[in-house]
Nanobody, 119 residues
Framework: QVQLVESGGGLVQAGGSLRLTCAAP????????MGWYRRAPGKRRDLVGV???????NYADSVKGRFTISRDGAKNTVYLEMNSLKPEDTAVYYC?????????????WGKGTLVTVSA
């Protein structure tokens, strides 16, 4: 069974930073695309950023310049460095992955980690 495990969420003040990590400990094949989505209270789940096996990255406009996604392909691990956090970044952040190089067609999802940014 494919399992994505997120860690690193928590409470931070506006302007602060957090780093999220997602690992896939039960997956033995290489995940081609890995990334992050988020769901704010009362809203739909939206893209934060994803990175393909070739290193192409797609970010949501709302996080460009503040968030950085990176990955360790050999370990099926993806990271999200979040800086200059704003209260509107408060959401459950979900790790996502695909066996294809795709910005939007995810096959696997984590259970999510909560990020709360206080004003």
């Amino acid at each position: 069974q494919v399992q994505l495990v997120e860690s690193g969420g928590g409470l931070v003040q506006a302007g602060g930073s957090l780093r999220l990590t997602c690992a896939a400990p039960t997956i033995i094949f290489r995940l081609r695309t890995m990334g992050w989505y988020r769901r704010a209270p009362g809203k739909r789940r939206d893209l934060v950023g994803v990175v393909t096996s070739g290193g192409s990255i797609n970010y949501a406009d709302s996080v460009k310049g503040r968030f950085t996604i990176s990955r360790d392909g050999a370990k099926n691990t993806v990271y999200l460095e979040m800086n200059s956090l704003k209260p509107e970044d408060t959401a459950v952040y979900y790790c996502a992955a695909s066996s294809r190089d795709s910005y939007s067609d995810m096959d696997y999802w984590g259970k999510g980690t909560l990020v709360t940014v206080s004003a």
